[in-house]
């Protein structure tokens, strides 16, 4: 009998597998469960979604939510070089997987290489079936939000010294 964390495992896998170049609708309709909530980068950050509309919370969207985020990440970078470095999970379904890929801007030509985690979480029915409930998505959003950079610096203040730094 396979375990509840190999079988996790196993569909977080392919779910990424499946996310980019292009993105596979019908395995994501197969993986990821109808009213599963898809976390995009953040719980919520109204500027950020500006440049990328596809971020934050979508409670309950499921798997069109996933096919619309990897729609629009596909239309503004070419995304390259999706490795999975290590996934595991639990026995309560618990997945997380850490890897890198490689982004660059359609209309900037900047490319970037960010580290990515997600965690998702498995729920399996009555027959064992398993699907995807719960996913978050997290990358390095400062490198993959400076592919579309085109004009201007910012000035930042975070050292406690007080010390300005322009990027």
Known sequence: MTS???????LLRRLLENLTNPCNPPIIRE????????????FSNPSLKRI????????????DVVIETFTNVGQYWDAKDFIIQTIFGDEEGNVAAFGSVTFTGRLTGITKMSPLAVWAKVEF??????????????????ATASTFEVAGEKL???????TEVCV
């Not at 509840?4 to 196993?10: D, K, N």
């Not at 993986?31 to 953040?42: C, E, F, G, Q």
Request: charged letters at 15%; a negative charge.
């Open 156 to 162: 930042y203040r975070a050292d406690p010294d007080g």
């Open 31 to 42: 993986i990821v469960h109808p009213t599963a909530t898809y976390i995009s980068l953040n």
């Open 52 to 63: 990328m509309p596809w971020t934050g919370t979508h409670s309950n969207g499921g798997p």
């Open 125 to 142: 029915d009555e027959s064992g079936e398993g699907k995807v409930v719960f996913m978050q998505f997290m990358e390095d959003t400062f």
């Open 4 to 10: 509840t964390s190999s079988t996790s495992t196993a």
